[in-house]
T-cell receptor, first 112, second 114 residues
């Protein structure tokens, strides 16, 4: 079963709007990571947030982490057409191994 | 600086045939991973390796074999391909593993088993 589950599964917004997607996970983690995947391409790392951090920023990206609720959110501000992609959260396995488990992803369409 | 490369980019094979997907990284990263991506399932871990000659099963290892004789290479073999193994396969690497840092992904191999 997947450790992380993203919500919503798909999101359609206009250019300039903000996009928010959420991720829930099941077990304790050391860190949570967000990746982007453009159609037909490999995954590209966006942000890593550690379990003792609550918020992290990178350019137009803002990630929050609530370990008490086992959830995270990714906010993309002032979206652009180039942000059209699938976004995945991934969690390490805590004590169970040095590997990443991915959620099913959120497909984001930014309309010009 | 080639990074992490996968070959072939596309592969069509028949059920029952043996297929090997290649993964090569130029960073001398200790950790390497194989994932498969199917619609509705996201990415699922097949096998991973912490160092040369050290491999471990992931979530969906059945029907696959891996080896890691050299740090830079991590081939994935489908011993007898089945239609359910039609998927996109991604290789990834990192120096310290997922507990502390990000993974670098290859461009993927799209495999079709007829």
């Amino acid at each position: 079963s997947q450790q992380g589950e993203e919500d919503p599964q798909a999101l359609s917004i206009q250019e300039g709007e903000n996009a928010t997607m959420n991720c829930s996970y099941k077990t304790s983690i050391n860190n949570l990571q967000w990746y982007r995947q453009n159609s037909g391409r490999g995954l590209v790392h966006l942000i890593l947030i550690r379990s003792n951090e609550r918020e992290k920023h990178s350019g137009r990206l803002r990630v929050t982490l609530d370990t008490s609720k086992k959830s995270s959110s990714l906010l993309i501000t002032a979206s652009r057409a180039a942000d059209t992609a699938s976004y995945f959260c991934a969690t390490d396995a805590g004590a169970a191994g040095n590997k990443l488990t991915f959620g099913g992803g959120t497909r984001v369409l930014v309309k010009p | 600086d080639a990074g992490i490369t996968q070959s072939p980019r596309y592969k069509i094979t028949e059920t029952g045939r043996q297929v090997t997907l290649m993964c090569h990284q130029t960073w001398s990263h200790s950790y390497m991973f194989w994932y498969r991506q199917d619609l509705g399932h996201g990415l699922r871990l097949i096998y991973y390796s912490a160092a040369a000659d050290i491999t471990d099963k992931g979530e969906v290892p059945d029907g696959y074999v891996v080896s890691r004789s050299k740090t830079e290479n991590f081939p994935l073999t489908l011993e007898s391909a089945t239609r359910s193994q039609t998927s996109v396969y991604f290789c990834a690497s990192s120096q310290q593993g997922a507990r502390s840092e990000k993974l670098f992904f290859g461009s993927g191999t799209q495999l079709s088993v007829l």
